[in-house]
């Protein structure tokens, strides 16, 4: 054992993915017959899994509709739908590679994702907000000031809060749960004093939780994301179609009718109403139908 | 696919860049795993030779006892469960807990789990040596605490430093469950700065080498900790038989 050779490989494999797999979605869904929807977990009533390989929401419901008249468009007698569970880390690849064609979760619809896959027109657009303790006495942002603020790993909402922690000189402490119900644990038992983070998904833990009357959404709205469901890039006819039915049920209001299915009345799996008022800028996205970014919206 | 390995120079909004962020959290990771590592390497130490006593007293008996049940609760609870019951159950129950931050809570679970492990490795390493060797020590008048002190344990100790660097480069990665109490560690920090940057691939290829070079720097360590402490003629690094 004289001669020590230590090899050191770092093979970076530089394996030149060649992301767009199929660009053509609508001949895709024609010629194999199905599509594949994206579809999530837990984000809150957007869309959520009801177990057994169920899945649910405004965001899924609305997907079903727009793949009704892609069918029709398309002439098939039928047209089934497999779910594909995605993550935030993987929604883009997915969509990138074909694996899914149509994305129906809580994409923020932003000028970097916009690079890679394309979004259809804004469904709804989530505002930033502040979850404290109602007996905590916090009532705005520059209230955070030595606190611990408690957000979920791999959401962007806690960028926001950073930037405004520089800029005023509020100095807190961010603690992070592993998703969004951990982050909502760390705020009920006290080792954070407020959770922000989305507000539909802060309203839905706050329903789900044992006392609700406990918590309160406070303060300014930090910023405001549109939410859109995702497709790939440079396929303008499947985008066309999807953005068609899509302002069809914004114009008749059957879209307006989705909301107050899924927001405000109760919904599966615990009969529990989410209790989230259609927003103004939600609205003004229905009333001027766009796939602007996040980052047109913070130039207002 | 384009690579953009420029993102780690970007802003994260806080005034610091990614990599700023990735090496603080670098530095997290390294500290979770070696004060457990510290913890792991005392408890497993004390239990493993516990659990090897001669069991002729009663009160020996009960320590033994405690050893099994340590090694069994510790080894058969998922870690990442301990890690919970550590940082939202214990502090329910005990509220001194309540006060502690997430670091001790992660480095406490971390270690007393990987102690377990180090525990049977400890045990098997003196059970391997020859009974005659326990009973040359005790014929020459050794007591029990000498006959391990002076004889057992300096072998048995080099017996098992590989399956003891094994540990501690497992704990290296292991120490990845601190992200879910909130340890800005490097599992936390691609987690965070893939999504904020939108740039995965290459977020996740500079954290994974970050642990591959942290687990192999520890290998060769413990290389060396092999080749300086061996005894010439007893067991030879490299080749087949011991003592």
Excluded at chain 1, 98 to 113: L, Q
Excluded at chain 2, 31 to 55: H, K, Q, W, Y
Aim: glycine fraction near 8%; include cysteine; hydrophobic fraction near 45%.
């Amino acid at each position: 054992m004289k001669k020590r050779i230590v090899a050191l490989m770092l093979g970076a494999a530089a394996v030149g993915l060649s992301a767009t797999a199929q660009a053509d979605t609508l001949a895709k869904i024609k010629s194999s017959g199905s599509v594949t929807m994206g579809v999530r977990e837990s984000s809150g009533a957007l869309s959520y899994t009801l177990g057994d390989g169920k899945f649910a929401g405004f965001h899924v419901e609305i997907c079903e509709r727009v793949l009704a008249d892609v069918q029709k468009q398309l002439g098939l007698a039928k047209l089934p739908i497999k779910y594909q569970p995605v993550t935030s880390q993987n929604r883009i690849p997915l969509v990138q590679n074909g694996t899914v064609d149509i994305e129906c979760g809580s994409t923020t619809n932003n000028a970097t994702r916009q690079k890679d896959v394309s979004f259809a027109v804004t469904t709804y657009v989530e505002e930033v907000r502040i979850a404290a303790k109602a007996n905590s006495g916090i009532t705005s942002i520059n209230q955070l000031n030595g606190k611990k603020v408690a957000t979920t790993t791999g959401t962007t909402s806690v960028q926001h809060l950073r930037k405004h922690e520089r800029a005023t000189g509020v100095n807190f402490e961010e603690v992070f749960g592993k998703d969004h119900a951990d982050s909502f644990l760390l705020l009920e038992s006290g080792r954070a004093d407020a959770f922000v983070m989305d507000g539909s998904i802060l309203a839905g833990n706050i329903a789900n939780a044992k006392n609700p009357n406990d918590f309160r959404i406070v303060g300014e709205v930090l910023s405001v994301e549109p939410i859109a469901i995702m497709m790939r890039k440079d396929d303008p006819a499947f985008k066309k179609a999807v953005d068609e039915s899509i302002i069809k049920m914004m114009k008749d209001g059957s879209l307006a009718k989705l909301w107050n299915k899924w927001f405000e009345s109760p919904i599966p799996p615990r009969n529990v109403k989410v209790g989230l008022a259609l927003s103004d800028s939600t609205k003004a996205a229905w009333a001027n139908p766009n796939d602007r970014p996040m980052e047109d919206y913070a130039k207002k | 696919m384009n690579w953009d390995w420029q993102v780690f120079l970007q802003d994260t909004g806080g005034g610091q860049t990614y990599l700023d962020w990735m090496l603080s959290a670098w530095g997290w990771t390294l500290s979770v795993a070696f004060l457990a590592l510290l913890i792991a390497f005392a408890f497993g130490a004390l239990v493993g030779t516990i659990r090897t006593l001669p069991n002729d007293r009663l009160s020996a008996r009960l320590m033994i006892g405690f050893g099994h049940a340590w090694v069994e609760i510790f080894r058969n609870v998922p870690l990442l469960v301990q890690v919970f019951i550590w940082y939202h159950v214990i502090p329910a129950l005990v509220p001194a807990f309540k006060g502690l931050p997430g670091f001790v809570l992660v480095v406490a679970a971390l270690g007393l789990f990987t102690s377990a492990r180090i525990a049977e490795q400890v045990r098997a390493g003196i059970q391997s040596l020859p009974r005659g060797q326990r009973q040359a020590a005790m014929a020459i008048g050794m007591s029990t605490v000498q006959t391990y002190r002076l004889v057992i344990l300096p072998m048995a100790f080099r017996i098992i430093i590989p399956p003891l660097t094994s540990e501690s480069m497992n704990i290296i990665k292991n120490s990845s469950v601190a992200f879910a109490v909130s340890v800005a560690e490097l599992t936390l920090f691609a987690l965070q700065a893939q999504e904020e940057t939108s740039r995965g691939i290459e977020v996740y290829l500079a954290v994974t080498s970050l642990y591959m070079v942290s687990a192999f720097a520890v290998n060769r360590l413990m290389a060396m900790v092999e080749r300086r402490v061996r005894v010439p003629g007893l067991i030879v690094a490299g080749q087949s038989g011991g003592h």
